[in-house]
């Protein structure tokens, strides 16, 4: 199956920072999410990416399918960006609408 | 609003007692399924449901059971927890298969002692 490879693993920034997230992929994707957990546990969608390149405020993203890698882009960092960035991938082909989920990166945005 | 919405949020129950994990969708969405996410291991597809009446077991059914009997609910049934069922479990639902967009609902913490 598709393998996904999320780097960091951690990260902590001050606020008002800027920061890349990747997320690396193994084979050919059809879908590409990128979500954010919460410390509450809920899990928000930020971006369904799986090629091109989209912005919503101080997030951005970016899908380079043909080389399997996608870019999550935070600016200006604030606190409430804490928590934990799943990139989900799914593969064409086939009925289930799984999606295969990263490690996730663990971002601390400190005051 | 579109969303997904799960009940209830959280629950502590016992070893052995059946319980149900409610899960509906407002977007008309002919997929839904079911996530565990555990420590470690992330998050993992339990069961998948294609439309009304169309179910399929995901990577960890053991345990669970689903029903679709109307579109917009697809609940989870536990009919007899076990403490490593203990999960923080989302629901989810899209238009169609793998290429389009999932949206997940705010989760479920079951603690099973």
């Known amino acids: 199956g598709i393998q996904v490879e999320q780097s960091p693993p951690d990260l902590i920034l001050q606020e008002g920072a800027n920061s890349t997230l990747r997320c690396n992929f193994s084979?050919?994707?059809?879908?590409l999410q990128w979500f954010h957990q919460n410390p509450w546990g809920q899990l928000i969608n930020l971006f369904y990416?799986?090629?091109g390149t989209k912005q919503n405020g101080r997030l951005s993203a970016t899908t380079v399918a043909t080389e399997r890698y996608s870019l999550l882009y935070i600016s200006s960092s604030q606190t409430t960006d804490s928590g934990v960035y799943f990139c989900a991938v799914a593969g064409g082909g086939g009925a289930t609408n799984k999606l295969i989920f990263g490690t996730g990166t663990l971002l601390a945005v400190q005051p | 609003e579109a969303q997904v919405t799960q009940n209830p949020r959280y629950l502590i129950t016992v070893t052995g007692k059946k319980l149900t994990v409610t899960c509906s969708q407002n977007m008309n969405h002919e997929y839904m399924s079911w996530y565990r996410q555990d420590p470690g291991l992330g998050l993992r597809q339990i069961y998948y449901s294609m439309n009304v009446e169309v179910t399929d077991k995901g990577d960890v059914p053991e345990g669970y059971k689903v029903s679709r009997k109307e579109k917009r609910n697809f609940p989870l049934i536990l009919e007899s927890p076990s403490p490593n069922q203990t999960s923080l479990y989302f629901c989810?639902?899209?238009?169609?298969?793998?290429?389009?967009?999932?949206?997940f609902g705010p989760g479920t913490r079951l603690t099973v002692t």
């Open positions: 990416i799986p090629s």
């Open positions: 989810a639902s899209s238009f169609g298969p793998s290429g389009f967009e999932q949206y």
């Open positions: 084979d050919s994707v059809n879908n």
